[in-house]
């Protein structure tokens, strides 16, 4: 929920004229405070600051009231204080993370600024950025700078899994940045005094994945080892009278959410693995569905916060009252734009212009993935833009290793190969199978238009007509 801000009173300083001049605001010029604030805001919205807003920053920080701000610009002084002065300085909150007020923001973008300063000074050169650079493959740390939040998805999951009762869906095909969001929502949660516990399906094993008791029974054992409780499935699991399922809410109601008395963030990553398993995949999706409603009105299952992350939709019919996929909050994650992939170049301090952006775009579009690998290459020195576009499609090019292994996986599944292989080589969208089409698009191999689909990148296009074609 958006908490308004309250626009303090204005008192008028008899000495406005030079306050911005005189004091510790020496070193600290206009146009520094002007790129700071925009550059914060850039960083948490990726949007820059309006015209408007300028203009009213800029008469704050010459110490004018709205009054004489609004008699500068031919603006009425209400419009500039209430539509955009109160939302100026929610936003400079928000990407700051301290309360901003038109009395307090200059120090505060001081503040910024001079860590920003700092950071520049401290960090290492784009001529040795190589030596320290991480190698682009799963998950991105927390602490890293090129994680690049996608405009408002990671502030509005931040504030959906604290709420009691919460299901995330976070949706997108592979490599597109599932698992690192998962992990930025579940450090959030900690430090909101949750509990967390994160389980990826997509390593277990097939034998577990195939029984539906024995699936839930890992599943609480797992939760229970994470939060560092004693095994008691001994105690709880009662096959002679109860199902799988109402053993696995037992234990969760009776003995994990009751034992640790706080909310618990439970993350399930690669959900579509149980997709194929039909034994086991209504009856658990069922459950998820059941423990997400039970929240909306018993206090020990509002502590129960689910996030669920999957690569498609899941493929087999489905009540629509058992299904979590109608329910809770949906989030897809896209592409980063062309701004996204030029802030990214900057934090890998290659020196690009929109030019150089639009032709690494026009390759590869903006996936996440093959756009750090692309700026990984860069930044090491190991080729040009155009060698590395020259080369994209071939055995000789930085993306081969990662072209190779979709080859393999195709080959091992011949009429999928053929069903991709009508896509790269036609010109327009081809209309395929829904389940071939389910299973292309969680690969990551091609984009959805309506019903038909097309390859992702054009490098995809390239490599695969050579290859199947």
């Known amino acids: 929920m958006t908490v308004p801000v309250i626009e303090e009173p204005e008192f008028p300083d008899s000495n406005s004229e030079i306050s911005h001049l005189t004091g510790s605001e020496q070193d600290f010029s206009w146009m520094q405070g002007k790129e700071c604030g925009d550059t914060v805001v850039f960083n948490y919205f990726g949007k820059h600051l309006s015209d408007i807003e300028i203009k009213v920053l800029q008469g704050a920080w010459q110490g004018e009231t709205y009054d004489e701000i609004a008699k500068s610009y031919g603006y009425s002084a209400e419009y500039l204080n209430k539509d955009i002065g109160n939302k100026l300085w929610k936003k400079l909150s928000d990407a700051l993370q301290e309360h901003i007020t038109k009395k307090n923001f200059k120090e505060a973008l001081k503040r910024a600024w001079k860590q920003q300063d700092l950071a520049t000074k401290s960090s290492t050169s784009a001529s040795t950025l190589w030596k320290t650079l991480p190698f682009p493959e799963g998950l991105v740390a927390l602490d890293s700078p090129f994680y690049l939040e996608r405009p408002g998805v990671e502030t509005y999951c931040y504030q959906e899994v604290i709420q009691p009762g919460a299901l995330i869906r976070i949706k997108a095909p592979k490599l597109m940045g599932k698992t690192s969001l998962i992990a930025r929502l579940l450090d959030h949660a900690a430090k909101q005094s949750s509990q967390t516990a994160y389980l990826d399906l997509g390593s277990v094993d097939r034998s577990i994945l195939t029984d539906l008791d024995k699936f839930l029974r890992w599943l609480c054992l797992m939760v229970g080892r994470q939060l560092k409780l004693e095994n008691q499935l001994h105690e709880f699991w009662n096959t002679d009278i109860l199902g799988s399922n109402d053993n696995c809410t037992a234990y969760f109601e009776e003995y994990l959410l009751a034992e640790i008395g706080e909310p618990l963030v439970l993350s399930l990553d690669e959900v579509d693995r149980l997709f194929s398993e039909a034994g086991v995949v209504e009856d658990f999706l069922g459950l998820l569905r059941s423990w997400h409603e039970k929240g909306k009105t018993s206090k020990t299952w509002q502590q129960l916060r689910l996030v669920i992350a999957h690569s498609t939709e899941v493929y087999i019919p489905l009540d629509i009252n058992q299904s979590p996929f109608n329910a809770g909050i949906p989030i897809e994650l896209s592409e980063f734009d062309s701004y996204q992939v030029q802030e990214l170049a900057h934090r890998h301090h290659l020196e690009w212009q929109e030019q150089q952006c639009r032709q690494?775009?026009?390759?590869?579009?903006?996936?996440?993935?093959?756009?750090?690998?692309?700026?990984?290459?860069?930044?090491?020195?190991?080729?040009?833009?155009?060698?590395l576009l020259q080369d994209a499609s071939t055995e000789a090019g930085i993306f081969s290793h990662h072209l190779r292994r979709y080859l393999e996986t195709l080959q091992q599944t011949p009429e999928l190969a053929q069903m991709f292989k009508q896509v790269v080589l036609s010109p327009d969208p081809?209309?395929?199978?829904?389940?071939?089409?389910y299973q292309l698009y969680s690969m990551g191999l091609v984009k959805r238009l309506d019903n038909h689909v097309v390859p992702r990148c054009n490098l995809y296009r390239k490599y695969f007509c050579r290859v199947l074609g």
């Open 430 to 437: 081809v209309e395929l199978p829904s389940m071939q089409s």
């Open 360 to 387: 690494l775009m026009q390759m590869v579009g903006g996936h996440p993935y093959l756009v750090r690998l692309a700026m990984y290459a860069l930044s090491r020195g190991n080729a040009t833009l155009a060698q």
